[in-house]
């Protein structure tokens, strides 16, 4: 069905806009609630930890009561709260809403994806993952300047306002096309639950506060290591476990496992760079919100229009051979932008954040096809549901890991790490350091084998 493609897409633009887009907000939100910001970061910590909280339960959920039953629920939830986070009068009405709408948007995503993977044709999968995946590569990007836009010229309301017509439209679309699928009836795994849910708070909530300023290392530090031993647990869990909840015998699928090792050090990477590069403009450089955000349109347009080739790109090249060349020039593009001072010609600075979003949406692309390149179609909401988890674990882990950076090179050189502190040199160390999980990614791409996802490439 070719239309599913864009209807998920829309819901998932809707997603990572508003995930990207109210930081931007946050000063205007503040003074209407007669607060301070640092206040208002709970909603946005809040809506995180319900989305790592209720991701692993979205493939059962749409298993159990039809997908289309799930995808249409999930979209009334985000859209209601999204009501209910414009009209709310106070913080604790607002972290409220967004609770509800971390909700939602835990549904969305993982059975948006189950549905086109289970409804697309091979022969179109690469061209459907491509469409499906190029909201998460332009909201971070586009998020900002649509809030600031807002802010500037209307009320902070309508960043959440915005998504009501979309909701609406996507709504009677979803009722009129979308498949109502059931898959295994199986009992709810509640221990899987527990600790799944557990271990994705704790490491969520450890990278965020590393990357605040203001924020205790050791208390982070306890929280991302209570997490991981959590995440051991939820491992030998669903070892042991008849119907475990996040499946990870997926693992025995060579393609799945690269997606879930190789990807995530690609993530932390490719993650980490739309939050460098506007800082090392605005602090670095000296630039206005606005002048910054003019010369990251260059790293939205290669985002973007990279998706025009990425089909095209795999069935020439197959994903072992794209995967890591791809990576080793997303690498050196990131090691160009540490060379960056205000001198580079505009040029030049223009070519590398070009260079930087076109490597990053051919990452995102083939690690989106790749881990479903040998699963079976009983298997795809299990692998959708893991694959959100690690795509939902990498975009705060990604922020972190250049948040963290920064504020240990200031401290090393004797600086207080507050975020105005900051150097060009330190930004220059960053990225330096940003490019060094995208080069250790290679060596587990060149270990796929040089026929991986073949059948995907020849039906395309």
């Known amino acids: 069905m070719p239309i599913l493609p864009y209807i998920v897409a829309a819901t998932f633009f809707m997603e990572y806009l508003d995930s990207t887009i109210i930081a931007t907000a946050l000063p205007a939100m503040a003074r209407s609630f007669h607060v301070g910001p640092n206040e208002l970061s709970l909603g946005m910590t809040a809506y995180m930890l319900t989305l790592a909280v209720f991701i692993p339960v979205s493939g059962w959920m749409a298993d159990r009561f039809g997908s289309r039953t799930i995808f249409a629920t999930a979209v009334s939830i985000f859209t209601a709260a999204s009501i209910l986070c414009g009209f709310a009068g106070s913080v604790n009405m607002f972290i409220a809403a967004r609770v509800l709408q971390g909700l939602g948007g835990a549904m969305m995503v993982p059975v948006g994806r189950f549905i086109v993977m289970r409804n697309t044709e091979t022969s179109r999968m690469i061209q459907a993952v491509s469409t499906i995946t190029w909201p998460a590569v332009a909201a971070p990007v586009v998020g900002p300047t649509i809030g600031g836009m807002i802010v500037t010229f209307t009320s902070w309301r309508w960043i959440f306002f915005i998504n009501l017509p979309l909701g609406l439209a996507v709504l009677g679309v979803i009722f009129a ?52 031993l959590l995440a051991i647990a939820t491992l030998r869990h669903a070892a042991a476990s008849t119907h475990p909840l996040l499946d990870f015998g997926l693992l025995r699928h060579p393609t799945f496992s690269v997606t879930m090792a190789a990807g995530t050090l690609s993530r932390l990477t490719i993650d980490a760079i739309p939050y460098l590069v506007p800082l090392l403009f605005q602090i670095g450089f000296g630039l206005t919100a606005f002048h910054a955000g003019s010369l990251m349109l260059a790293f939205a347009l290669g985002n973007l229009g990279m998706k025009m080739f990425t089909t095209r790109i795999l069935q020439r090249f197959g994903f072992r051979a794209t995967a ?68 939902q674990m990498c975009i705060g882990m990604g922020v972190a890991f250049a948040a963290l950076t920064l504020r240990l090179i200031a401290t090393l050189r004797g600086e207080h790490p507050a975020t105005d502190a900051f150097t060009q040199t330190d930004f220059h160390w960053a990225f330096l350091v940003a490019a060094i999980p995208l080069i250790l990614s290679i060596p587990g791409y060149l270990r796929l084998d040089r026929t991986a996802g073949a059948a995907l490439r020849q039906a395309s």
């Open 324 to 391: 890591a060349v791809n990576a080793a020039l997303g690498a050196l593009f990131v090691l160009l932008a540490s060379t960056m001072v205000p001198a580079t010609p505009v040029t030049m600075l223009l070519l590398v954040l070009l260079g930087c979003g076109i490597t990053r949406s051919m990452q995102y692309t083939l690690l989106a096809t790749l881990g479903f390149a040998d699963i079976g179609a009983q298997e795809k909401g299990a692998a959708s549901t893991l694959l959100s988890v690690n795509q």
């Open 177 to 228: 096309v979308v498949p109502q699928q059931f898959g295994e009836r199986r009992p709810l795994d509640w221990g899987g639950f527990v600790l799944g849910g557990l271990a994705l708070t704790s490491i969520l909530l450890g990278t965020e506060l590393a990357s605040n300023t203001r924020a205790s290392l050791t208390l982070a530090a306890l929280l991302f290591g209570g997490g991981l």
